[in-house]
């Protein structure tokens, strides 16, 4: 290596913001874990509140939207996509309707005819 490259290695190391990076990356490793439990409830609810009433839950669906726009904002921080650091450091994501397709309604009786 030369010096150089050295020198940058070294200031690089001695810097606190790869460091406190790292420490951000491990909160949002930490809450990515929960948060992937959260939508495996909403989707299991989402299932079972369509197969009863034969229509998703509107609040399901949008909290799942919300915390699906958290989880990409939280994965496009720790792959260094982004600098911005989610929720709770940012306003918590709102329903952007435009990206996501009108929930249809449905029932049982569509599939079965």
Request: hydrophobic fraction near 40%; proline fraction near 5%.
């Amino acid at each position: 290596m030369n010096t150089s490259t050295d020198s940058t290695i070294k200031h690089n190391l001695l810097s606190s913001k790869p460091w406190l990076r790292l420490i951000f990356m491990l909160l949002f490793l930490g809450i990515l874990q929960i948060a992937s439990i959260v939508i495996s409830g909403v989707i299991a609810l989402q299932f079972l509140f369509s197969l009863f009433t034969g229509k998703p839950s509107t609040t399901l669906t949008v909290f799942g939207g919300q915390l699906s726009q958290y989880i990409y904002q939280a994965l496009a921080f720790l792959t260094y996509q982004s600098e911005q650091k989610p929720y709770p450091f940012d306003e918590w994501p709102e329903e952007n309707v435009s990206s996501r397709e009108k929930v249809p309604n449905w029932s049982l009786n569509n599939f079965l005819h």
